[in-house]
C-alpha cells in the first residue's frame, strides 16, 4: 500500500524559504511521476512541480519561476520541494502525488494522480 506523507510545511515571513518533503512507502518512484500540488480555500487545486524518476523536474506556473526547485532520493523515496522569496500568495495547502508511471508529469491535473497525500500547511505573513 502506498502512502505518501508531507513534512516540512509552517509559518515563515515573506522573503523566507522553506523546504517540503514527501516521503513514500510501499513505492519505487522509479520510471514514474511524483508532483507538488497547492490549493487555496475556495480555489481548485493546482499543480506546482513534478519529478519524473526522482531526477527530471518540470514546473507549473509563473510562481514557481526561480523560487521553487524540486528534487528527489530514490534511495529514500523522496521528494522535495524547496521554496525561496515567500510571498503571502505561496499560502496554501500543498500535497504530494504520485503514480506508478509517468503520468501526469507533463501536465499535473488533479484527476490523473492515483496517491495523494494528506496536505501541509504553509503560510507566509508579510
Known amino acids: 500500500q502506498v502512502q505518501l506523507v508531507e513534512s516540512g510545511g509552517g509559518s515563515v515571513q515573506s522573503g523566507g524559504s522553506l523546504k517540503l518533503t514527501c516521503t513514500a512507502s510501499?513505492?519505487?518512484?522509479?520510471?514514474?511521476?511524483m508532483a507538488w500540488f497547492r490549493q487555496v480555500p475556495g480555489k481548485d487545486r493546482e499543480g506546482v512541480a513534478t519529478?519524473?524518476?526522482?531526477?527530471?523536474?518540470?514546473y507549473f506556473g509563473d510562481f514557481t519561476r526561480g523560487r521553487f526547485r524540486v528534487s528527489g532520493d530514490p534511495a529514500k523515496t523522496t521528494s522535495d520541494l524547496l521554496m525561496d522569496n515567500l510571498t503571502p500568495e505561496d499560502t496554501a495547502t500543498y500535497f504530494c502525488?504520485?503514480?506508478?508511471?509517468?503520468?501526469?508529469?507533463?501536465?499535473?491535473?488533479?484527476?490523473?494522480?492515483?496517491?495523494w497525500g494528506q496536505g501541509i500547511q504553509v503560510t507566509v505573513s508579510s
Open positions: 502525488a504520485a503514480n506508478d508511471d509517468p503520468t501526469g508529469c507533463n501536465r499535473p491535473l488533479v484527476t490523473r494522480f492515483k496517491y
Open positions: 510501499g513505492y519505487s518512484g522509479r520510471r514514474a511521476c
Open positions: 519529478l519524473y524518476d526522482f531526477r527530471v523536474g518540470q
